[in-house]
């Protein structure tokens, strides 16, 4: 079992930067994908972006550029620096445990954390 447990949320003016973090309890993480997604009010839960292992790295389009996700095995730690940021990336974001950095489907992915506050004002 794995346990997941997301900080660094909060409020952020348009062009700010936030970095998230995520920590892994419970069992190693080294041998999963890791991955943010988000949702924001009234919508489904979307890919952010995704790190293997071994560092392979994918990201949405509408976050490339922008966002860097990184990992810290020793730590059992993923993180995602998010930069120019802009109001339509207010969402609750979330980590999550899978089997590939490929994968951009939440159901896809096996654990989850329960999400840490975006909020970006114009």
């Known amino acids: 079992q794995v346990h997941l447990v997301e900080s660094g949320g909060g409020l952020v003016t348009a062009g700010g930067s936030l970095r998230l973090s995520c920590a892994a309890s419970?069992?190693?993480?080294?041998?999963?994908?890791m991955g943010w997604f988000r949702q924001a009010p009234g919508k489904e839960r979307e890919f952010v972006a995704a790190?293997?292992?071994?560092?392979?790295?994918n990201y949405a389009e509408s976050v490339k550029g922008r966002f860097t996700i990184s990992r810290d095995n020793a730590k059992n730690t993923v993180y995602l620096q998010m930069s120019s940021l802009k109001p339509e990336d207010t969402a609750v974001y979330y980590c999550?445990?899978?089997?590939?950095?490929?994968?951009?489907?939440?159901?896809?992915?096996?654990?989850w954390g329960q999400g840490t506050q975006v909020t970006v004002s114009s």
């Open positions: 419970g069992r190693t993480v080294s041998s999963y994908a």
């Open positions: 999550a445990a899978g089997g590939s950095y490929r994968r951009t489907l939440a159901v896809q992915y096996d654990y």
């Open positions: 790190i293997s292992g071994l560092g392979f790295i």
